[in-house]
């Protein structure tokens, strides 16, 4: 376990970095978010028209160790009860984090959030979102870890629009690949954080990323 809390901790969404201004000056569409829900461990959004069925060798994150991931992070609502759902859409500054998924042979795992943006404009927040990224993984230099990054690539998950990025970093010999699908709409960011430190993680995460469907 203690190898999963270290792939788990590098994916710490860093959209709360430039997440806390009020968006709805920037015309964002409160009415419109919906965080999806969870049925039968498959994750269904119809307001980005996705759902995403994993096969048996994934498993759903407890809440509990949802909450230890992200227990650094302020101002966060975790889960999709709707009493947090509510208090997400009432707050300026609360990020989302409804679900996450380990690969149980190789401790793959994959991470789902929702955060407010200063900005409505798409471009301009992913590239805070990129830079953000770069800022933290720069800020583990001192402990040994060297990394690369690869310039944003536009690409799909089922029929949703998306960015991508891949950050792979090498810590004490371990390779790690991480992937980041990132959407804006309506002033609010959703991303997908992926990370794995095998060839066989990869291609679990690509198969599942790949077999994202639409909802309806």
């Known amino acids: ?67 230890k991931i992200y227990s650094g992070a302020q101002n966060t609502v975790i889960g999709l009860g709707n009493d947090k759902k509510e208090a997400f859409n009432q707050k300026e500054s609360l990020g989302l984090y409804p679900l996450g998924y380990v690969h149980t042979k190789t401790n793959s795992n994959i991470l789902l959030a929702f955060e407010k943006l200063k ?21 583990l230099e001192p402990q040994g870890m060297v990394y690369t990054i690869s310039e944003p690539k536009n690409t799909k998950i089922g029929q ?22 990132l959407k804006s709409k309506d002033g609010y960011m959703f991303a997908i954080s992926t990370s794995s430190a095998s060839d066989e993680g990869n291609a679990a995460i690509d198969k599942l990323i790949a077999n994202i469907t639409n909802s309806n």
Request: glycine content about 2%.
């Open 1 to 67: 376990m203690k190898k999963l809390w270290f792939f788990l901790i590098l994916l710490v969404p860093i959209l709360s970095f430039f997440s806390c201004a009020p968006n709805n000056a920037n015309g964002a569409n409160k009415a419109s978010f919906d965080a999806g829900n969870i049925e039968n461990a498959n994750y269904i959004n119809n307001w980005l028209n996705i759902k995403i069925t994993p096969t048996e060798e994934w498993k759903l994150l407890p809440q509990d160790q949802l909450e």
């Open 119 to 139: 900005s409505s404009n798409e471009s301009e927040s992913i590239n805070v979102y990129i830079d953000s990224i770069k800022s933290q993984l720069k800020q």
């Open 160 to 181: 949703l629009d998306c960015t991508q990025i891949t950050a792979t970093t090498d810590f004490q010999g371990k390779k790690i690949t991480q992937n980041y699908y």
